[in-house]
């Protein structure tokens, strides 16, 4: 099979992944090819059982057209979503349905020479735990805090490796398939982008409500990255008077006053100073097992629960007033692991917005909580495969090509 035909199939197996089903002549729109020409690809895809028929779409008039979607358990996605602290991996299908149990494990990054190979091994094991044979596998996605190079595979903040090579390129050694990284914050952006509530809005601002503020910018209906790619630190903008320092080295930035890790702070504190509470069985040294019973004591109306929340959200609307004003954005959508709190946030963000964004700009902005919630990483993990799957027969050739070298070496010394 040429390599325009094999370029032109992997572009319609990745439109089928992000829209589910889509009838011949939407593909044809998709990939900007001839209807004959789709036709007898998805054909050719259908008698390689990659391709199936999934009925008839929705009558606008005339005939109804045909619909194909990707066939089941045929090909599989290595996701892992990483934060400063857990690592969570899952295998997942074409249809982002988790094919077995999230491996969750406590790997914090900051000061941690052994992170990359607990990383590395953990993925090997998973994959050979699943039972699914290696060719099934499309790549793997890694979703991790910091400044990424997605270009250069490079993390500048965690899990650097000698001389900046590439970490991509490291993993993908070791685990024998393709590897792609980006920042936490922006994988977020993109499930919401392509599987939650950004779908069908040109311009939003994702905030991933984490151990810190992130940010992912969808601008024009893409992705934007920046010069650099390292577009959204909303953490680090200075906008607090507090002299509290931030894990970046500057002090008063948006996350000492914001994040899950301040909230939970505070929570211990208070519990220890007396404060009456549903929290007051806080383990103190499990940062994950309190976030998520603080979480739990908020959407059961617990008082001292809520004010941290509301504290916290007024905060985080301090900085959505200034994207407000730079980007004037359609939506602001809160995703990440803190989304799951529910619908605390809207008060105290519309009231922050009251006092501090312009009634015109903000106005027609509105404040929506993900639906993809804490499986948000994972999901924009896999989703990150699909993005590049028109790179990775490249890629695997150079996987085997490095290999064959690996191998010539081997036998000469030996």
């Not at 499986?375 to 085997?400: D, F, R, T």
């Amino acid at each position: 099979m040429n390599e325009k035909k094999t370029l032109i199939r992997r572009k319609i197996l990745k439109e089928l992944y992000f829209q589910e089903s889509l009838s011949c002549a939407d593909i044809c729109c998709k990939i900007d090819k001839s209807f004959p020409v789709t036709a007898k690809l998805i054909e050719d895809l259908m008698a390689e059982n990659l391709v199936v028929e999934s009925g008839y779409a929705v009558s606008t008039g005339g005939r109804r057209p045909l619909t194909y979607t990707l066939q089941k358990n045929v090909m599989y996605l290595v996701s892992v979503a990483m934060d400063q602290f857990v690592t969570k991996i899952a295998i997942m299908d074409m249809q982002n349905n988790f094919i077995s149990t999230i491996e969750k494990i406590v790997l914090p990054l900051p000061e941690n020479p052994d992170a990359l190979q607990v990383l590395t091994e953990k993925i090997i094991f998973v994959i050979e735990n699943s039972g699914i044979p290696a060719e099934k596998f499309v790549g793997v996605g890694i979703g991790m805090p910091g400044f990424v190079d997605v270009k250069k595979g490079i993390n500048y903040t965690f899990l650097q490796l000698p001389h900046n090579k590439s970490l991509t390129r490291h993993i993908a050694e070791k685990i024998k398939m393709p590897v792609f990284i980006d920042n936490d914050s922006s994988l977020i952006a993109l499930a919401e982008l392509r599987f939650g509530a950004a779908r069908e809005v040109s311009n939003a601002m994702v905030i991933n409500i984490a151990w810190g503020i992130g940010l992912g910018l969808i601008i024009n209906g893409k992705l934007f990255r920046g010069q650099e790619g390292f577009a959204g630190e909303f953490s680090h903008i200075p906008l607090f008077l507090n002299g509290k320092l931030c894990s970046c080295g500057k002090t008063g930035c948006l996350e000492t006053e914001t994040s899950l890790l301040l909230i939970v702070e505070r929570a211990r504190e208070g519990i220890k100073a007396g404060r009456i509470s549903k929290l007051s069985s806080l383990q103190c040294d499990d940062l994950e097992q309190d976030c998520d019973a603080i979480i739990e004591a908020v959407k059961t109306g617990d008082q001292f629960a809520i004010e941290l929340f509301s504290k916290a959200g007024y905060n985080i609307g301090k900085g959505v007033a200034v994207l407000i004003h730079l980007l004037n954005p359609k939506t602001i959508i809160l995703s990440g692991r803190g989304s799951s709190a529910g619908q605390i946030w809207h008060a105290p963000i519309q009231q922050s917005l009251n006092e501090h964004c312009i009634y015109r700009l903000h106005q027609s902005t509105g404040i929506e909580i993900s639906t993809l919630g804490n499986q948000a990483e994972l999901i924009g993990a896999a989703a990150l495969v699909m993005e590049n799957y028109e790179q990775i027969p490249n890629i695997k050739m150079q996987l085997a090509s490095q290999q064959i070298g690996h191998l010539k070496v081997l036998k000469h010394t030996n």
